[in-house]
Nanobody
Framework: QVQLVESGGGLVQAGGSLRLSCAAS????????MGWFRQAPGKEREFVSA????????YYGDSVKGRFTISRDNAKNTLWLQMNSLKPQDTAVYYC?????????????????WGQGTQVTVSS
């Protein structure tokens, strides 16, 4: 069973940066992909970024492309999300997720394992 623990959330001013981490335990080498999703109050959980665990190919949602960078350290079983040029509309709970299934890497329905979420608040 894959266990995911997020950290790094907090309060930051607009234009600032945060780096989120997701520590994974369990059989992460068998994972197909890992990703980040976020959910703001009153809105559906949306795709932020994802990465293929083995090959390292990356994908980004349109709203964060050019500002966020996803990366992984396979040896340390850790997933990262570097968030730069943060905007108030980035305020949300951010979730780390993993999947062993093969499919649309941007789809929330693909992911089987989820972290508890970490709050990111960007002040204007």
């Amino acid at each position: 069973q894959v266990q995911l623990v997020e950290s790094g959330g907090g309060l930051v001013q607009a234009g600032g940066s945060l780096r989120l981490s997701c520590a994974a335990s369990g059989p992460t080498r068998s994972s197909y992909a890992m990703g980040w999703f976020r959910q703001a109050p009153g809105k559906e959980r949306e795709f932020v970024s994802a990465i293929y665990w083995t090959g390292g190919g990356t994908y980004y949602g349109d709203s964060v492309k050019g500002r966020f960078t996803i990366s992984r350290d396979n040896a340390k079983n850790t997933l990262w999300l570097q968030m730069n040029s943060l905007k108030p509309q980035d305020t949300a709970v951010y979730y780390c997720a993993a999947t062993r299934a093969i499919g649309n890497i941007k789809s929330i329905r693909l992911y089987d394992y989820w972290g508890q979420g970490t709050q990111v608040t960007v002040s204007s």
